[in-house]
């Protein structure tokens, strides 16, 4: 009985693993003083993209990027139009063989820069 309740609780942690959504969480804050616009997170692959219209000053959107049908390895990309049509684009981090090494990706949008925060896992 005990080897059957071990198995058990075995086979129920190995599940919580199977079922995890391969991807990324992507966090955009605007704390610039002017709206962005036609806001787009990719990889390298652009097999998925996130878009977001339009962030306001001093708010923040947060999405997850599934990276389900990537294959290689890549980085990361955000793209945005600035309020006077400045076109930037920021990227970063690292995917390999398809798979994210980071649970979440934080940008903050600055009037004169954007500040990029990754999360990995702990080993």
């Not at 804050?29 to 878009?51: A, G, M």
């Amino acid at each position: 009985m005990k080897k059957l309740l071990a198995i058990m609780i075995i086979l129920t942690f190995n599940s919580c693993f199977m079922f995890e959504e391969n991807g990324i969480e992507m966090k955009v804050k605007n704390d610039s003083s002017e709206p962005i616009t036609n806001v787009e997170f990719t990889t390298t692959e652009k097999l998925d993209v996130i878009k977001i219209d339009r962030i306001e000053p001093n708010e923040s959107v947060t999405e997850f990027l599934s990276m389900r049908k990537n294959e290689t390895d890549g980085a990361y990309s955000l793209t945005f139009t600035r309020a006077d049509g400045r076109k930037e684009i920021s990227g970063g981090g690292y995917y390999t063989n398809g798979g994210s090494l980071d649970h979440w990706v934080d940008f903050t949008v600055k009037n004169d820069t954007t500040i990029v925060k990754f999360d990995g896992p702990i080993y």
